[in-house]
């Protein structure tokens, strides 16, 4: 197969054996992987592959059912599916736990559904599962013109929350509008006063945040009473200190998360749960992926130098046909 690999920092086009599917696992023939912002810091060193996983970057293709490993049932060669993996998605075939496959229906643009499975997965886990977000909270989404941040934008709209979201400039921010937010803010701008002319000083009960350390103080004083900040980047910064008293009397709380590194049952029970309450969103039109451009595979390299420059708005796709 050909595949991506890493050479002195350098993304290249390369031969590698064919995977074979294990037991319980899926061989993908794939049409395309999703570029992610781990992606740029497992090329960096700074992300490793869990034990056992691919070293070939890529945490989501789509593509069609190849190969059947032993015990996989539900499934057939040559079904259209997308998956979020561990690692192996730069390349023309990947080998993936059944149980996160999603069914692409024949419907969907096949390549576009690449841009599915990791940030719907990741926005489903934190904003429900974690973030407990209800119909009529509020929900501020940090970077909603990213990759999650668009999915989330459009999730949080489609579960009856009000949506509010940063973005990089003010056409950016017209955009995360067009997608559901209810109130889309500069990120330039004094956020943490433009949340609190959107809430009437009241803050926001869920906060779903790429960044980190260098916006946890402003993100804690966001928070309404009870409040749940959820981090799940940290682009700003992995250390930082938080005023305690502040969490104690607004009965906040703070949670860290990552997907990549969950056991194999956790990964599929939230697959299983995206496949039930979010696919039927999709199929409706109120969540669509948001692609910003198809590049090929041999041009990894500059699609990552196109994510690094802040320039994406929703997914970059590299297509392997």
């Known amino acids: 197969m050909r595949a991506i690999t890493v050479s002195d920092d350098r993304l290249v086009l390369t031969e590698l054996p064919d995977p074979s599917p294990g037991p319980g696992e899926v061989l993908l023939d794939v049409a395309a992987a999703g570029v992610n912002r781990a992606d740029l810091l497992q090329r960096a060193g700074h992300y490793p592959p869990p034990p056992g996983a691919s070293d070939v970057i890529g945490l989501e293709v789509s593509g069609t059912v190849r190969e059947l490993g032993e015990g996989v049932t539900g499934w057939r060669v040559g079904d259209r599916a997308c998956a979020v993996l561990a690692g192996g998605g730069y390349a023309t075939r990947a080998v993936v736990p059944a149980g996160q496959l999603l069914p692409v229906p024949q419907d969907w643009e096949l390549v576009d559904a690449a841009a599915l499975p990791e940030a719907v997965c990741t926005a489903w886990s934190n904003?429900?599962?974690?973030?407990?977000?209800?119909?009529?909270?509020?929900?501020?989404?940090h970077g909603g013109s990213g990759g999650v941040g668009s999915v989330a934008v459009q999730l949080g709209r489609a579960l009856g929350a009000r949506v509010l979201t940063t973005a990089g400039s003010p056409a950016r921010a017209a955009r995360c509008e067009e997608l559901g937010a209810d109130v889309a803010v500069d990120h330039h701008d004094d956020v943490p006063a433009a949340v609190?002319?959107?809430?009437?000083?009241?803050?926001?009960?869920?906060?779903?945040?790429?960044l980190g350390a260098g916006a946890l103080a402003d993100?804690?004083?966001?928070?309404?009473?009870?409040?749940?900040?959820?981090?799940?980047?940290?682009?700003?910064?992995?250390?930082?200190?938080?005023?305690?008293?502040?969490?104690?009397?607004?009965?906040?709380?703070?949670?860290?998360?990552?997907?990549?590194?969950?056991?194999?049952?956790?990964?599929?029970?939230?697959?299983?749960?995206?496949?039930?309450?979010?696919?039927?969103?999709?199929?409706?039109?109120?969540?669509?992926?948001?692609?910003?451009?198809?590049?090929?595979?041999?041009?990894?390299?500059?699609?990552?130098?196109?994510?690094?420059?802040?320039?994406?708005?929703?997914?970059?796709?590299?297509?392997?046909?």
């Open 127 to 141: 904003l429900v599962d974690v973030g407990r977000l209800a119909p009529g909270e509020t929900l501020l989404v």
């Open 196 to 210: 609190a002319a959107a809430t009437d000083g009241r803050g926001v009960d869920v906060i779903l945040d790429v």
């Open 219 to 321: 993100n804690v004083a966001m928070l309404a009473t009870g409040g749940r900040l959820v981090v799940i980047g940290t682009q700003r910064g992995s250390r930082a200190e938080v005023n305690l008293l502040t969490l104690m009397q607004k009965r906040a709380s703070v949670h860290g998360t990552t997907l990549r590194s969950r056991p194999l049952e956790d990964k599929a029970r939230i697959v299983a749960a995206v496949r039930e309450r979010v696919w039927p969103m999709v199929a409706d039109g109120r969540l669509r992926a948001v692609v910003h451009e198809r590049l090929p595979l041999a041009e990894a390299e500059r699609a990552h130098a196109l994510l690094d420059s802040g320039e994406v708005f929703g997914k970059l796709l590299l297509v392997t046909a």
